[in-house]
């Protein structure tokens, strides 16, 4: 039960319960018996909406993805990567979570396996 409903009839309501009242939306307008019926392309307007953004941002969020596991799975032992920090180096050993790389000679470093951005392309032998 509304607060304001309360209140005798004719008195001013509190400057507590003033804003629900300026708050409240107004009343909808009924339309007239004489009014044109909605169109159906109004009901499709917010599906068709969800489905453009579905496929203008998430579906190819989700090809990059699919390609990016499956560059994870492929890669071993010898492969040269880059590492999201931007990090080239060698990958000398897959274990199950991450990569041991070697960024230079004698230094080694374990990543995580999402941290491999891409491998380095083969130069092009003319």
């Given at each position: 039960m509304s607060p304001l409903i309360l209140l005798a009839e004719g008195a001013p309501a509190p400057a507590s319960l003033r804003f629900?009242?300026?708050d409240a939306?107004?009343?909808?307008?009924?339309?007239?018996?004489?009014a044109p019926p909605q169109s159906p392309l109004?009901?499709?307007?917010?599906?068709?909406?969800f489905l453009g953004v579905f496929f203008l941002?998430?579906?190819?969020q989700m090809k990059r993805n699919k390609q990016h596991k499956k560059l994870l799975e492929e890669l071993k032992s010898g492969d040269e990567v880059i590492t999201t920090?931007?990090?080239?180096?060698t990958i000398v050993q897959v274990k199950p979570d991450r990569f041991v790389i070697e960024i230079s000679k004698g230094v080694r470093v374990e990543i995580n396996r999402a941290n491999v951005e891409l491998r380095v392309p083969e130069p092009v032998k003319e």
């Open positions: 629900l009242a300026a939306p107004p009343a909808p307008v009924p339309l007239p018996a004489d109004g009901s499709l307007i917010m599906p068709l909406l941002i998430f579906a190819p920090g931007g990090l080239f180096g």
